[in-house]
């Protein structure tokens, strides 16, 4: 005998299969959005970081750019330009409390590395300090303004530029500044 008032309730074979056919779907286009998300946050911060290392390397070098001065003591060692390197002294706010303010300071271009050095006083032979600004640096240069035009090479270590533009490419990206010279020689 059937008991025909007894009614089994719950999902067939073919129902449960089916939901999580759909289910699987649903969660793989998740999983792609996901990763896809998670991919360009990443390169965003990437990003991030390499712009925050540029900005840091142009704001500390135009800093002491505009800080720089003549020898007073009549020494020829003023600003000094080598095809990728310029030397100079200059009042600068990066130093340790027990350090003077005025340094000799170099900002050098070496093997894709943008480098910055500090001297012990008068012995430039002597490196203080070496802080590396940003590495992955390519086609390095230095101009200089004159008070009329723009030059590759500065002639003399006792006068000074109106202005330095110091350009390079950087994680493919072109970078160019100008930085004037507040304590420069100012040329008729």
């Known amino acids: 005998m059937k008991d025909s008032g007894h009614r089994q309730f719950?999902?067939?074979?073919?129902?449960?299969?089916?939901?999580?056919?759909?289910?699987?779907?649903?969660?793989s286009i998740l999983y792609g959005t996901f990763s896809t998300s998670s991919a360009?946050?990443?390169?965003?911060e990437e990003r991030?970081?390499?712009?925050s290392s540029l900005s840091g390397a142009i704001d500390i070098i135009s800093q002491e750019i505009r800080g720089v001065y003549p020898q007073s003591?009549?020494?020829?060692?003023?600003?000094?330009?080598?095809?990728?390197?310029?030397?100079f002294t200059a009042m600068t706010p990066f130093v340790k409390y027990d350090e003077p303010l005025i340094q000799r300071i170099s900002y050098i271009f070496n093997e894709g590395r943008f480098l910055r050095k500090t001297f012990k006083a008068g012995l430039e032979a002597e490196t203080k300090g070496e802080s590396l600004?940003?590495?992955g640096v390519k086609d390095p240069s230095f101009l200089f303004y004159d008070g009329k035009e723009w030059v590759k090479e500065w002639p003399s270590a006792k006068d000074i530029p109106s202005g330095i533009k110091v350009?390079?490419?950087?994680?493919?990206?072109d970078v160019e500044t100008v930085i004037p010279v507040l304590s420069a020689k100012k040329y008729p």
């Open 10 to 27: 719950g999902f067939t074979l073919i129902e449960i299969l089916v939901a999580m056919t759909i289910l699987s779907i649903v969660m």
């Open 40 to 44: 360009n946050a990443k390169v965003v």
């Open 48 to 51: 991030s970081d390499e712009l």
């Open 73 to 87: 003591d009549g020494s020829s060692e003023g600003f000094l330009w080598k095809k990728e390197e310029i030397t």
């Open 133 to 135: 600004l940003l590495d």
């Open 167 to 173: 350009a390079f490419s950087y994680k493919g990206r």
